[in-house]
C-alpha cells in the first residue's frame, strides 16, 4: 500500500504528477510520474508496447495490427481518457480509461514492478472521478491479475468469448 503522507499528488491542467516513485531496489528515490493524454506523436511508442505484450495473455486483440491500422485506432479516441506514464522525457508505459469505466494498463518491461503501474493507476482514478472501476483482464495474464488484486481489485466475473467467421482480429470501422 501507498503511505500518503510520502505522495505529494500535484494536478497541473492535464498533466498530473506522482511524486516518491521507488527503485528496482525498493529505495527510496525522488521521481515524478506524470499522466499526459496521447498524441499522434506518441503512436510509435505505443506500437512498441503492443510489440511486447504477450498475444496469449492478451484479450484486446490475437495478433498484432499493422501500424496504419493502429495509428488510425489510436487517432479514433477510442478511451474516455489514454495517458502516456512518464517521467520527465522517459516513457513508462500507457493507461486509459473506457467509456464502460474500465482501466487498461501496460508498463514497458524492464520498468515493470516497481511501483509505476500502481501510482498510474491513483493518479487516472484522482482525474477521473467514477463510482467503481473495472479491469478486464485475460485468465492467462498471472501478472495482471496479481497486479489489480495488489491494488484492491476484486474478481466480480468470468467471461467467455465465442469468436464467429466475421471476428475480425483487431477491431476498425472501415469508411463506405
Request: hydrophobic fraction near 30%; charge should be positive; proline fraction near 3%.
Amino acid at each position: 500500500m501507498i503511505d500518503n503522507n510520502l505522495i505529494k499528488i500535484l494536478n497541473q491542467g492535464n498533466i498530473l504528477k506522482y511524486n516518491n516513485l521507488k527503485d528496482s531496489n525498493m529505495t527510496k528515490k525522488k521521481m515524478t510520474i506524470q499522466l499526459i493524454p496521447v498524441k499522434k506523436s506518441d503512436c510509435s511508442f505505443l506500437y512498441e508496447l503492443l510489440e511486447e505484450r504477450n498475444p496469449k495473455a492478451n484479450i484486446s486483440h490475437r495478433k498484432l495490427p499493422s501500424y496504419e491500422n493502429h495509428v488510425k485506432f489510436v487517432m479514433s479516441k477510442p478511451y474516455s481518457n489514454w495517458y502516456i506514464i512518464s517521467n520527465k522525457n522517459q516513457k513508462f508505459g500507457s493507461i486509459y480509461l473506457s467509456k464502460q469505466d474500465e482501466i487498461g494498463i501496460f508498463i514497458k518491461k524492464g520498468t515493470q514492478t516497481r511501483g509505476i503501474g500502481t501510482k498510474a493507476i491513483k493518479l487516472l482514478m484522482k482525474k477521473n472521478l467514477r463510482p467503481r472501476y473495472l479491469a478486464n483482464i485475460n485468465p492467462k495474464n498471472t501478472k495482471s491479475k496479481k497486479f489489480f488484486k495488489k491494488n484492491n481489485f476484486k474478481l466480480i466475473q468470468h467471461t467467455y468469448e465465442l469468436l464467429t467467421s466475421k471476428s475480425d482480429t483487431f477491431a476498425t470501422k472501415k469508411k463506405d
